[in-house]
């Protein structure tokens, strides 16, 4: 009896160092892959809406995420650069992706609150209906480019294409992508309207330049990885490329930005920071998309 008794009375004190240990390792900061440092999973919920340009690098990166965090879960939407920051200022989701800085779209008391985490660079390239490019069109001097998108230039014969009449196929005015574009392709320019062809979903506005005969737009790199639907066009010789953006060569591009609201949590700041790890750099670019440390100029 005594042994026994001896027995159980040791099984209950290694019981209770073993709870005190646990107890005094429950640091929870992240490390690399998204867990914890004492291997325990990473749980809770990742809402994040807005740049459409943005929204495949968000997507994938998500994927890649969830393998690794099963108990997490990411929700991502597109809806426009300003509807992501006017709902991440909200509240109403977790990260506002936008193709610009908040001060752009928001007022400054709002823009204040949120926290800008600059994850990678963007080109926006414009693009053509096939015919377009087939009939001669495969560069336009800045001036050409600002003429068609202001709606000046209304045929293609002016600038060395068809006889066919240019189709705009524009983007609503909370569009990080417009903004972007009109900064460093249109100098700036108020580009034209065309409400029947108006989207800000970059997909659609793919679609439309593909099916319609004369059609002209404007879309991100990443939607054009592995796309013979349209074609490209440089800009004064320079073609929209990873390389030339680079090098500064090519010059509509910005750096992509997701804000959360205040610091984020530590779920959304272990998917922050997988995104910007150099472990996802070759995915990134293999999307389209731009590691920022290898910018050879920071500014337009």
């Not at 928001?106 to 949120?114: F, P, Y």
């Not at 209304?154 to 066919?164: A, C, I, L, Y």
């Not at 930005?257 to 670019?285: N, R």
């Amino acid at each position: 009896m005594k042994m026994k008794k001896f027995i159980a009375i040791m099984a209950v004190c290694g019981l209770a160092a073993s709870m005190a240990a646990g107890c005094g390792n429950s640091k929870s900061d992240t490390n690399g892959s998204g867990n914890t440092d004492n291997g325990s999973e990473l749980s809770g919920t990742i809402t994040a809406a807005g740049s459409s340009a943005l929204k495949p690098l968000v997507d994938d990166a998500a994927d890649a995420f969830l393998d690794e965090n099963p108990d997490v879960s990411i929700t991502v939407d597109a809806g426009g650069s300003g509807e992501g920051l006017k709902q991440v200022s909200e509240g109403t989701v977790t990260i506002g992706n936008s193709d610009v800085p908040a001060e752009d779209k928001l007022d400054a008391d709002a823009a204040a609150e949120l926290v800008d985490h600059q994850v990678c660079v963007i080109t926006m390239a414009p693009i053509v209906n096939n015919d377009v490019k087939e009939a001669g069109v495969d560069s336009l001097t800045k001036d050409q480019l600002i003429s068609i998108f202001t709606g000046k230039t209304t045929n293609w014969k002016d600038v060395g294409g068809p006889d066919e009449d240019i189709v705009l196929v524009t983007r609503p005015e909370s569009s990080g992508t417009r903004a972007t574009f009109q900064e460093y392709a249109l100098d700036g320019k108020e580009e034209a309207s065309n409400a029947s062809m108006e989207t800000d979903d970059s997909g659609v506005l793919l679609k439309n330049v593909a099916d319609t005969k004369g059609a002209i737009g404007y879309v991100a790199l990443s939607y054009l990885v592995d796309n013979k639907d349209v074609a490209t066009v440089a800009i004064d010789g320079v073609e929209p490329t990873l390389e030339n953006t680079y090098s500064g060569e090519y010059p509509v591009w910005t750096f992509e930005h997701m804000y959360t609201k205040g610091e984020p949590d530590e779920v959304t700041k272990a998917f922050l920071d997988y995104i910007m790890s150099d472990d996802y750099g070759t995915q990134m670019e293999s999307l389209g998309y731009g590691v920022s440390s290898k910018m050879t100029v920071t500014e337009h």
